[in-house]
């Protein structure tokens, strides 16, 4: 396992979770003209971006269970809060966009 800087991780949360909110945020914008093809490939993309937010914590988490400790930083604890409440958001919007697309088919 390659052992990954907190630094690193860090930035690569943020990043990534970044991407992931313009992303969701985007297919919000094409579900509301109703182009569900394009929202769906934001929603893909988005999915894309968590996971690699994901596979980051988890590679961090797995280092600290076998001994590599971190110092446990403002940076760290703002970059766990934008990866929580961007899976929130992603999971909300989704929820929206099932919704437009539910209204548009009655």
Do not use: C, W
């Given at each position: 396992?390659?052992?990954i800087?907190?630094?690193?991780?860090?930035?690569?949360?943020?990043?990534?979770?970044?991407?992931?909110?313009?992303?969701?945020y985007?297919?919000?914008?094409?579900?509301?003209s109703?182009d569900?093809?394009?929202?769906?490939?934001e929603?893909?993309?988005?999915e894309?971006?968590l996971?690699?937010?994901?596979?980051?914590q988890?590679?961090?988490?797995?280092?600290e269970?076998?001994?590599?400790?971190?110092?446990i930083t403002?940076?760290?604890?703002?970059?766990?809060?934008?990866?929580?409440?961007?899976?929130?958001?992603?999971?909300?919007?989704?929820?929206?966009?099932?919704?437009?697309?539910?209204l548009?088919?009655?």
């Amino acid at each position: 396992m390659e052992l990954i800087v907190p630094d690193q991780m860090i930035m690569g949360l943020i990043l990534n979770a970044g991407n992931a909110k313009q992303h969701i945020y985007q297919a919000l914008k094409f579900a509301k003209s109703k182009d569900y093809e394009n929202s769906d490939n934001e929603i893909a993309l988005a999915e894309d971006a968590l996971l690699e937010a994901h596979n980051l914590q988890t590679q961090f988490l797995a280092q600290e269970a076998s001994g590599n400790k971190s110092e446990i930083t403002a940076l760290f604890v703002h970059s766990q809060d934008h990866l929580m409440t961007t899976i929130t958001e992603i999971n909300l919007i989704k929820e929206i966009i099932e919704l437009r697309r539910e209204l548009v088919t009655k």
